[in-house]
């Protein structure tokens, strides 16, 4: 180093500006000195872990061998630009904060300070850069408790569903890292487990960018590989100290999945469970680009912490939401129930007042009223009647089932005898509305089942085929198969729509609109608790305005053993 003199006011690294709250400088300082001829002078043990390099001897264009300068959303820096380069073109560069992409792969941020070092002619003869490694405070000097009262607040001020997860993962980044993630676990739709990502976010914009598409185009799906299987082993906090490339290639699910995972950066993660009651509705994870430093196990309670406040408020805001929906299916079948109860005392109402005015107007002449005009209106009074108790019986039903009480008492019964039976009494109805009913039964079949549940069941599906089937002709069909009774009902109406195939047995829900088809939507409802309180299923095949067919199987239950083998002889059911 002889010839060369360093002014005390640039030799000196003054520490800039303070570090961001979040982050703590470590004390074990790197030197390098490099001539201007590119020959390394000094680089000490420090600087050669900070760089992740051995010590070079000589060095090119400022650049030190292996290791590139990055930006913070990780596009490359030209080494003259980053603080070695500008100090050997006579620039001095305060104390912040710079990223490094090492040999390795890894990605360092160092906190540098670099200065010209001028010969005794004012030249600059060389460059003196200190590093600092720079790291995330752990959790303990985080303030804890003001993050875990933030976060408390935040999710305590809304019971909307998932409204507050992406500000609660601002109180996270770039606290704890410099990325994190919710995955949550919900039912779908048709009661299978779906996993989402909840909400997402990086400290860098670009980054954040990154990350969202990179979610968005390979959602995590545990079965798949590279779809964090180990995430969600239950109870289960998982950590990786950096997504390295053998990771990358392990888990990328394609080139363009590895080429965003590259793009994302080397990462070091913590993943810690959403469980709330024994079960597990998701993940919480956070992201470190600074790989210098694991994850230490205060941080690590501190997020076991927030995610168990975070899944009680995810399950609260789904109780919250259950209920809403709860109260406004109530409201809209107290609407519907009404109107239903209303809609037979109309005329039921208007036959007994006219009924009455004849009476007395007829006595006044001091005559009898005719026997037929009574019948008559005693007939439409009696079928608004048994209308109106259907409607409560379905009511009581329905309250029955929800209280477990529905009581079977189980007989020895021919399920064809029980069809034939329901169509005769459907018979008359059928008539008027010049509907033809079938029966293809051709022998018993028989079981142990409730008879007037059975009944029941038959009746609401033969009268929905009435209903729904447009006049056109319903046939029964009742067969035994083994241990199993099955019973159709085909009409050829207006059909279902396929995703309201399943929808339709249950409670209130309706696929037809209330203005051309009155009903509560209780019918296969109450027909399926009864079938499954039998062991049995119930399913409907159908397709809008090609007819629908309800298919019923029914475990015949403990019965003799020669009843399970068809009878030949043809039953007492034909010709209903
Ligand atoms: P409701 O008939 O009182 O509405 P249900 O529980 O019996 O109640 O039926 C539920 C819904 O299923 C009906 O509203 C209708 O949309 C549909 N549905 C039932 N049976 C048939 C059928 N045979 N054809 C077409 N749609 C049907």
Known sequence: MSGITSPASEACVTDGDDPPLSTRVMDAEGVVLVECTGRVTVFNAQAAAHFGIPVPLHIE????????????????????????????AGEPVDASVWHVLRPDGTRAALRCAAVPVRSGDGQVAAALLRTHAVEPLPASMLDAPRLLAEAGALLGTSVDAEAQLEPLLKLLVPA????????????????????????????????????????????????????????????????????????????????????????????GCLSVPLGVRG???????VLRSNVLRAFGPEEERLLTELAHRTALYLENARLYREAREAVRQRDEFLGIASHELKTPLTPLSLKVQLLQKQVVSLSREGKDVPTERVAEALDVVQRQVRRLSGLVDNLLDVSRITAGRLRLELEELDLA??????????????????????????VPVVGRWDRLRLEQVVTNLVSNALKYGAGRPVVVGVEAQGPLARLTVKDHGIGIAPGDLS?????????????????????????????????????????????????????????????????????????A
């Open 61 to 88: 264009h400022a650049r030190l061998p292996g290791c590139e300068w990055v930006r913070d959303d990780g596009t490359p820096l030209p080494p003259r630009d980053a603080p070695l380069g500008r100090a050997l």
């Open 176 to 267: 704890l890292g410099e990325g994190a993630l919710l995955i949550l676990r919900t039912p779908g739709t048709r009661g299978e487990e779906v996993v989402r990502v909840g909400a997402a976010l990086h400290a860098d914009a670009g980054r954040h960018a990154l990350l969202r598409d990179l979610l968005t185009r390979y959602p995590p799906d545990p079965p798949r590989p590279g779809g964090l299987p180990q995430v969600f082993v239950p109870g289960g906090v998982w950590r990786l100290p950096i997504l390295s490339e053998e990771h990358v290639a392990a888990i990328a699910r394609d080139a363009e999945h590895a080429r965003l995972l590259r793009e994302l950066g080397p990462h």
């Open 279 to 285: 079960g597990m509705s998701g993940t919480l994870m």
């Open 417 to 442: 005898s029980v069809a034939a039976e329901i169509l005769y009494r459907f018979s008359a109805a059928a008539a008027q509305a010049g509907t033809e009913l079938g029966l293809e039964a051709p």
């Open 503 to 575: 929808r339709i047995f249950e409670r209130f829900e309706r696929a037809v609109s209330d203005r051309h088809y009155g009903g509560l939507g209780l019918g296969l409802y109450i027909t399926r608790q009864i079938v499954e309180a039998f062991g049995g299923t119930v399913r409907a095949v159908s397709a809008p305005g090609a007819g629908a067919t309800f298919i019923l199987e029914l475990p015949r239950g403990d019965i003799p053993e020669e009843w399970l083998v068809a009878h030949a002889a043809p039953g007492p059911t034909e010709g």
